[in-house]
């Protein structure tokens, strides 16, 4: 490359500077520059930058300009020249300003940097104990870190199986009618009734399914928790307040959820200071991510609106251990109905640190003053714990894994609140028999629903309800979809009767039930 300088060079100056290049060490690039520059004939533009990029006094014979004088060299460069003649004389001036442009640039690159790098030591703080350049993992393992994270915050699965993370932010998103506000709002509830240390700690806590939720430490005073709750989409909490009420949220439990006024914008000042009074906290939800990013000036389609968002609303929170929930909206095109991403651009899965879910609703959705469902998968899981009690989907890709449904019985037929259930996926099966199977435990369920104390004589009786509804079944089959039932404690079968598991006297779900997966659950009324 530097050959091809040289065979265009006017004499040893030309020469010679091109060998002081090579022995100072420049790359091959600004040596090809360097060629090309003199082959135009702008062996003093060639000059002047190894000039201002000497890294030493030079010791070489050959004359070349002081700093001062390449900074006239540039200036000089850089003059308007008046307007051409001749087209040979613009082909020239082309040239010229080209390379007086590359020189300028080249000469900037180094000066931004050194000023960077001053900008940056002015402004760092010093290294100290408490907050070290390097993290000792030596240390951080003796003192009982390293740990896998385990979810352990919100309403708890038939199982026991928690789905949420503390000092995590999750991501729930699925279109309006599968109640993913109320499913968020049910786990803000179930979190505010489980005390936790008075300090804010949320070290020592390990919650697994069928254990009873004690902290392991007793050293700390256990008080209960407040939980923040911003609607960047309404600006009053009466819709709100009725779904907690439904839900059976005393005045106790209001008086320790505090509903943001986003009539004015929220801020991460203003949303720090809720939080400072609302201590200890233990979980956010932060309700419609595209009108948090408006608030913020920020277009939810860019990559550079997550990064606002979590600065604002998700860093502050998880630092001090609290869960922090985001429910957004999915992406519109009905070709994208199993695409893992929300609404907006890749970074909002992305940069997720804990569990990013969606919601749809089965085939009979929750509504007001019914009994619906929607099922839940979980897209993506940082930690790997949510993913344990999951069953891998693989009909909607390789990364979907059911966590089971969601039910809701509104119809306040025995009680005057709501029901809710979190059932267990099945394990998937492809086999023709079990695809029956799984559907005449539906249409059991569904009949049984409608029978008086949810129950009925024997298996005869059930076959004759079932044909009196128009359903279509196979009678060898009937016995295996009860034992899965049974099983699975979707069903109670005695001596006398067999039932569905609703406590009679009080009319609400005597246990937390009912599983399948996906597409499974549709058709439960």
């Not at 001036?93 to 020189?103: D, F, G, K, T």
């Not at 609303?313 to 695409?339: L, M, Q, W």
Request: charged share 30%.
């Amino acid at each position: 490359m530097v050959t091809h300088g040289l065979e265009y060079a006017n004499g040893a100056a030309d020469r010679a500077i091109l060998d002081e290049m090579r022995s100072i060490g420049f790359d091959d690039n600004t040596m090809e520059w360097a060629g090309s520059m003199i082959e135009f004939g702008n062996a003093d533009l060639v000059r002047t930058y190894v000039a201002a990029n000497r890294p030493t006094p030079a010791t070489s014979s050959l004359i070349v300009p002081t700093k001062a004088e390449a900074a006239r060299e540039i200036k000089k460069f850089s003059t308007k020249r008046p307007k051409p003649a001749s087209v040979e004389e613009s082909a020239a001036s082309l040239v010229h300003q080209e390379a007086s442009r590359e020189l300028a640039r080249l000469l900037a690159r180094p000066l931004a940097a050194s000023k960077f790098a001053e900008a940056q030591a002015a402004t760092e703080p010093p290294e100290s104990e408490d907050d070290p350049d390097c993290i000792d993992l030596v240390s951080l393992r003796k003192n009982g870190g390293g740990k896998r994270t385990y979810p352990s915050v919100g309403a708890q699965r038939e199982d026991g199986s928690f789905l949420l993370y503390p000092a995590r932010d999750h991501m729930v998103f699925g279109p309006p009618e599968a109640a993913k506000s109320l499913w968020v709002l049910l786990h803000l509830l179930q979190a505010i009734r489980t005390p936790m240390p008075a300090d804010g700690c949320t070290h020592g806590f390990r919650f697994a399914a069928g254990y009873e939720r004690t902290p392991e430490y007793c050293e700390h005073e256990l008080i209960y928790p407040f939980g923040v709750y911003v609607h960047f989409e309404e600006t009053t909490a009466d819709e709100t307040l009725s779904r907690l009420v439904a839900l059976g949220a005393t005045d106790e439990e209001l008086a320790r959820i505090r509903f943001v006024n986003t009539a004015r914008p929220v801020t991460k000042a203003r949303l720090d200071r809720i939080i400072a009074r609302s201590l200890p906290l233990c979980f956010v939800l932060l309700d419609g991510v595209k009108a948090a990013c408006g608030m913020l000036g920020e277009n939810v389609e860019k990559p550079e609106s997550v990064a606002a968002y979590r600065a604002a609303f998700v860093s502050y929170p998880t630092s001090i251990g609290a869960c922090v929930v985001s429910i957004h909206h999915p992406v519109k095109a009905d070709s994208e109905r199993n695409s893992r991403y929300a609404y907006g651009n890749s970074a909002w899965l992305e940069q997720v640190r804990g569990a990013t879910f969606k919601i749809e609703p089965a085939s009979d959705p929750i509504m007001r003053g019914h009994r619906g469902w929607s099922n839940v998968w979980v897209v993506k899981d940082t930690p790997g714990g949510v993913r344990e009690s999951a069953i891998l989907d693989e009909r909607r890709g390789d990364q979907w894994a059911s966590v089971g449904g969601f039910g809701l019985d509104d119809t306040r037929e025995r009680e005057d609140r709501t029901s809710w259930r979190m059932t267990v996926p099945k394990p998937l099966d492809g086999s023709a028999e079990q695809v029956k199977v799984a559907k005449l435990c539906d249409d059991i369920e569904a009949v049984l629903k409608d029978e008086p104390n949810y129950e009925c004589a024997s298996k005869a009786a059930l076959e004759r309800l079932l044909k009196a509804s128009g359903r279509r079944f196979d009678k060898n089959l009937t016995k295996d979809a009860i034992d899965e039932m049974v099983l699975r404690k979707r069903l109670i079968r005695n001596r006398t009767s067999l039932h569905l598991p609703y406590d009679v006297e009080d009319g609400h779900l005597s246990v937390v039930t009912s599983g399948d997966a996906a597409d499974d659950m549709e058709g439960v009324a």
